[in-house]
Nanobody, 124 residues
């Protein structure tokens, strides 16, 4: 009923920038928090940044001052601007959204949803 489509990953040199986007689509009634997580090889998935519907933000200490999360509520889209990238930022980045959506029968549900992931590779 709900899909999250990510884009914007790629290969960049250390010190460079990338911008990730994640658009939610489907039978959406509302979206509460949206966020970005990442998972490096051999490590657990970790929160990178999150933003509420009221635009309050939260960042992992490792990215504060370098990454900026934002969202466009009209487009159901969340962005992650990543500047001053470091090799340790290399990971698969996943979008997450807490979505209230409805079925064809008119029943409402509230669940967390994940995107498929996008690879970010930072070379030294």
């Amino acid at each position: 009923q709900v899909q999250l489509a990510e884009s914007g990953g790629g290969l960049v040199q250390a010190g460079g920038s990338l911008r990730l986007s994640c658009a939610a689509s489907g039978s959406i009634f509302s979206i509460n928090a949206m966020g970005w997580y990442r998972q490096a090889p051999g490590k657990q998935r970790e929160l990178v940044a999150a933003i509420t519907s009221g635009l309050s933000t939260n960042y992992a200490d490792s990215v504060k001052g370098r990454f900026t999360i934002s969202r466009d509520n009209a487009k159901n889209t969340v962005y992650l601007q990543m500047d001053s990238l470091k090799p340790e930022d290399t990971a698969v980045y996943y979008c997450n959204a807490d979505v209230t959506y409805y079925s064809s029968g008119g029943t409402y549900y509230a669940d967390g949803h994940w995107g498929q992931g996008t690879q970010v590779t930072v070379s030294s």
